[in-house]
């Protein structure tokens, strides 16, 4: 008995080969026909598209600027041995015989259904878990992303995005349920994108989403539907949460070796200032010293006291956990107090992060909006002294 087998095909961003291979299906004979067909679904020049016709026909990388005149030379030859033999010659016939017998790319053909190969190949590409690209299409990709979006002038914005406390759900739950987060999320970025955006595991709970023809703008309202999306997700009650570094061609990058590099240092920021946010990247450097920390928490307010005790606090701000009901863009005064040290720090914080853990309790995100330099220097000496009891340097650079 016959069994469906799992598609090899990514749920997102379709490449222009899969396109090709559906028209090739139908086998037109009209050349001109088969090249607006493809322009209609994909927006490269005429060069590019012949240069990937012959990619996907021989499996050769033909130099754009050549494609397009091998492919008129195979058009010739085609009709010159329909003439010699006497019959109609199929255009992948005498495309073989060309590079065969007059552009000797090929010494040893092997006939293999086109399909067949592109699957096979396609397994290469994508992972298998949650049915994105893998990182090795994304190197690829972001390079001829990058290369179109020079050429023309176009935008192009990279985003990386990282599940907020994956290895805690890992060691909570098991791996079968971390796997299920992973698939969960892929479903939500598949969802989220246009067609011609590409999306990717690049590692672990690590994505990069391309945006092309996107300025920092659109990418970003792009990324903050995504972060909304998977907050969608629960595990035992509680939203799965993302954070993503974003950056842009050519507002930030310059060069398409730096993309990368600049969206990983935005998701550090991200990660480092309270999680379950989107960071533009930002030329701006500064020190930022992250770790955990479990300060109690500590405000008097005309209507009201908090008291709560914080998560992880760093020279830019802090988060915790409260049941008191606080909004975004409040500057409250604080004190910060290590309950077996002498450190007390005080500070000004404005929340810029609120999020429902219960139904009475929240998660927050703040950042120092006043913290002197005597705080600061208390702040450096608790850095210090976590260090030196975890005995293991804790630091990220942004």
């Known amino acids: 008995m016959l069994t469906s087998q799992p598609s090899t095909r990514p749920t997102n961003g379709r490449r222009i080969e899969d396109t090709i291979m559906d028209l ?53 030859n085609q009709s010159k041995l329909s003439q010699c033999l006497g019959r109609e010659v199929g255009f992948r016939v005498a495309l073989l015989d060309y590079f065969i017998n007059h552009n000797q790319k090929i010494e040893n053909p092997k006939i293999i259904e086109i399909r067949l190969f592109a699957e096979t190949e396609k397994l290469i590409l994508v992972d298998e878990l949650t049915r994105l690209y893998n990182r090795r299409h994304f190197e690829t990709a972001l390079v001829r992303e990058f290369k179109q979006a020079t050429r023309y002038n176009h935008n192009l914005s990279l985003l990386v995005i990282d599940i907020d406390d994956f290895k805690k759900i890992n060691d909570t739950y098991g791996h079968v349920m971390g796997d299920e987060i992973l698939k969960q999320v892929a479903k939500k970025i598949s969802t989220s994108l246009r067609v011609e955006d590409t999306a990717c595991r690049i590692g672990g709970e690590e994505f ?42 050519p507002e930030k990058a310059k060069r398409c070796e730096e993309m990368y590099d600049l969206a990983d240092r935005a998701l550090y920021t991200a990660k480092d200032s309270g999680k379950n946010q989107i960071v533009v990247y930002s030329n701006e450097k500064r020190r930022s010293l992250r770790f955990d920390a479990n300060l109690e928490l500590y405000c008097v307010l005309p209507d009201k006291t908090i008291r709560s005790i914080s998560k992880n606090i760093s020279i830019t701000g802090i988060a915790f956990e409260t049941e008191d009901e606080l909004n975004l863009n409040d500057s409250i005064p604080v004190v910060l107090r290590e309950s077996d040290s002498q450190h007390e720090i005080s500070a000004k914080i404005k929340v810029v992060r609120k999020q429902k853990l219960t139904e009475t309790s929240f998660s927050v995100g703040a950042e120092f909006v006043e913290l002197s330099n005597e705080s600061q220097s208390k702040l450096a000496d608790l850095y210090l002294l976590h260090q030196f009891k975890a005995k293991s340097p804790v630091g990220v650079e942004s």
Do not use: M
């Open 24 to 76: 090739l299906d139908e086998d037109p004979t009209n050349e001109e026909l088969l090249i607006q067909k493809i322009q209609t679904h994909h927006s490269h020049d005429e060069s590019q598209i012949y240069a990937n016709l012959l990619k996907v026909l021989t499996s050769l990388d033909i130099p754009e600027t050549e494609a397009k005149e091998i492919w008129e030379e195979v058009s010739a």
């Open 208 to 249: 990069a989403i391309i945006f092309p023809q996107s300025n920092e703008t659109q990418a970003l309202k792009a990324a903050e539907k995504l972060l909304e999306a998977c907050r969608t997700i629960q595990i035992s009650g509680k939203p799965v949460t993302i954070s993503g570094g974003l950056v842009s061609y």
